[in-house]
């Protein structure tokens, strides 16, 4: 139960805290609250605060690496039929043995030239994806693009940009419309 003075333990404790005003705070916290001033109280004391330091460091060292730009996530390939990932889902029945298996491209993996070259839909795809201010969407319906004619199966054929200007649709006779 010996106390060998603040400036003994702030010597001990500075060197090891990222930031030197916490391991002074908390120090003189200490002092403050403890009713009996006792060298290894105040050592098991500081040793929290230096995890807590050791945190705040780690936290702030992320946050300085997530500012940092990176290319996106979401950056397309020039493919149009596997996004330049090489690998594409088959249209199929949920009962069919390959439903929701991963196939090679048959784009891609045909021809070794410019994903942009493979067929039309690829060319205009990549045109589309090399100017960074535009964003094409897929519907969550049918699959199409925004600026593609909706599919037989879209239930939503006027959130394509092609179809925005039919007639919208009416319910059946019979059925009553709650607005």
């Known amino acids: 139960m010996t106390w060998s003075g603040r400036d ?8 090891r805290f990222q930031n030197r005003q916490i391991a002074i705070d908390s120090l003189t ?28 460091a780690a936290i702030e060292q992320m946050s300085a690496d997530a500012a940092a730009p990176r290319p996106s996530l979401y950056a397309l390939g020039s493919c149009y039929h596997c996004y330049g990932r090489g ?15 991963a196939k090679p491209c048959p784009a891609c993996s045909t021809t070794t030239r410019d994903p942009a070259e493979h067929c039309d839909n690829c060319r205009a795809f990549s045109a589309q994806n ?23 199966k ?17 319910a059946p006779d019979g059925w009553k419309h709650i607005a």
Not at 8 to 15: G, I, K, S, W
Not at 87 to 101: A, E, N, S, T, Y
Request: with cysteine.
């Open 8 to 15: 003994h333990l702030l010597a001990e404790f500075l060197p």
């Open 87 to 101: 690998m594409v889902r088959l249209d199929i029945d949920l009962g069919h043995p390959d439903f929701g298996k």
């Open 29 to 56: 916290e200490y002092v403050k609250t403890a009713r009996l001033l006792d060298d290894e109280r105040a050592r098991t004391w500081l040793e929290q605060d230096l995890l807590r330091d050791q945190e705040l």
């Open 130 to 152: 090399s100017s960074p201010s535009t964003e094409r969407n897929r519907c969550w319906k049918c699959g199409q693009f925004e600026d593609q004619p909706a599919a037989e």
């Open 154 to 170: 879209c239930s939503n054929p006027r959130w394509h940009l092609p179809n925005v200007n039919l007639p919208a649709l009416h």
